[in-house]
């Protein structure tokens, strides 16, 4: 009993240094840039007054197109991480539970990942065209491969004595699979997944920077060539805060799995 109350009055002070940590290291960091901008050592050109940065950023929100550019991102990133994740997972299960097809596969897998984004964007416009379906799938190269990388760990790091117990009493493969092998692997499964939705908002600024479209990678473009230095800390903020967002919501997930 004194076990369990001790790590009961454990978790506020895990979940209140958890909090802390981030925002501290926040505050850090607003201090210096407050002290660079004041001393006149940086030139506002280059790195905009906090207070001028937020105004910009209420502004675009209120005022702005922001949302607009925000949404549009956002969807291209969702399309493209669920293909990727739609395309990961069945994949990690087959490399997981087949030594013939990790052997055929995790090589050309992992020499995919020398490909850049950049470099990749480009065929995929001159074979797809411009639009939505170019842009989604390369999010989902983005995507893809961390979270096929911990769904194999996760479901190879599986206690076996569990899963030859689950065949003693008759389990089939798609109950397995279903009942025992992802829930056991989700922690992993998340993590991956974590990982991948933030990936796919550089996949989406970067499909608008190659190929157009009207997302924050085209509001990033317009602001370049305008020189708009406070307009362009606004929309890196937006982005920063879409995936912090994603971040933290896989995060409530793992969390609450975890329980």
């Not at 926040?26 to 207070?51: D, N, Q, R, T």
């Not at 293909?83 to 069945?90: D, N, S, T």
């Not at 480009?122 to 190269?141: M, R």
């Not at 689950?166 to 056991?184: K, N, Q, S, T, Y």
């Amino acid at each position: 009993m004194a076990g369990t109350a001790g790590s009961a009055a454990r978790r506020p002070r895990r979940r209140g240094s958890a909090l802390a940590a981030p925002i501290g290291l926040g505050v850090a960091i607003l201090a210096l840039w407050v002290l660079l901008h004041g001393s006149g050592a940086v030139s506002a050109f280059f790195l905009p007054a906090p207070e001028g940065l937020v105004r910009q950023f209420w502004h675009d929100l209120a005022h702005g197109s922001l949302l607009d550019y925000t949404a549009v991102t956002l969807k291209e990133a969702a399309a493209g991480s669920a293909i990727g994740i739609g395309v990961a997972l069945p994949l990690a299960h087959l490399i997981a539970h087949s030594r013939i097809a990790a052997a055929a596969l995790e090589p050309y897998l992992a020499a995919s990942q020398a490909l850049p984004a950049v470099a990749l964007a480009p065929l995929l416009a001159l074979w797809l065209g411009y639009g939505l379906l170019p842009i989604a799938l390369l999010c989902a190269l983005l995507v893809f491969f961390p979270i096929l990388v911990a769904a194999v760990l996760g479901l190879r790091s599986l206690d076996p004595d569990v899963l030859d117990a689950a065949r003693v009493d008759g389990v089939d493969r798609w109950r397995m699979l279903l009942h025992i092998e992802f829930p056991l692997a989700l922690p992993s499964v998340l993590a991956g997944v974590r990982t991948g939705l933030t990936l796919s908002i550089t996949g989406a600024v970067v499909g608008e920077f190659v190929m157009g479209g009207n997302g924050l990678g085209e509001l990033l473009s317009v602001q370049r060539q305008a020189t708009d230095t406070t307009g362009l800390f606004a929309t890196l903020l937006m982005l920063a805060l879409l995936a912090a967002g994603l971040y933290g919501l896989i995060r409530l997930l793992e969390h609450r799995s975890s329980q």
